[in-house]
């Protein structure tokens, strides 16, 4: 069973950097497609950035610049460093892997983590 596990969340004033860790089970990093996305209070989850199988990378416009999402084989992680980042940026956040595009509706997505809580104040 495959399972994601994220780490890294916390509190940090805006302009602060947090980075976010995924563990994930198995194979899933190197032949799933994997991905993060946030949720905040009142509002629909969202994507935020895709890795896919090969290392082709998208970023939500608001994060473009700012983050980056990228895989440890070694370590078995999918990574997400958030630079600068803004109170508008504070939300739950999800790793998410399937064996196609993540670009769907997230009820269809097959595995998801737990989710680790982003508060950055300003």
């Known amino acids: 069973q495959e399972q994601l596990v994220e780490s890294g969340g916390g509190s940090v004033q805006a302009g602060g950097d947090l980075r976010l860790s995924c563990a994930a089970s198995?194979?899933?990093?190197?032949?799933?497609?994997m991905g993060w996305f946030r949720q905040a209070s009142g509002k629909e989850r969202e994507e935020v950035a895709q890795?896919?199988?090969?290392?082709?990378?998208h970023y939500a416009d608001s994060v473009k610049g700012r983050f980056e999402i990228f895989k440890d084989f070694g370590k078995n992680i999918l990574y997400l460093q958030m630079n600068s980042l803004k109170p508008e940026d504070t939300a739950m956040y999800y790793c998410?892997?399937?064996?196609?595009?993540?670009?769907?509706?997230?009820?269809?997505?097959?595995?998801w983590g737990q989710g680790t809580q982003v508060t950055v104040s300003s």
């Open positions: 998410a892997a399937d064996r196609v595009s993540l670009r769907q509706s997230p009820q269809l997505i097959g595995f």
């Open positions: 890795i896919e199988r090969y290392g082709t990378v």
């Open positions: 198995g194979h899933i990093l190197d032949r799933y497609y």
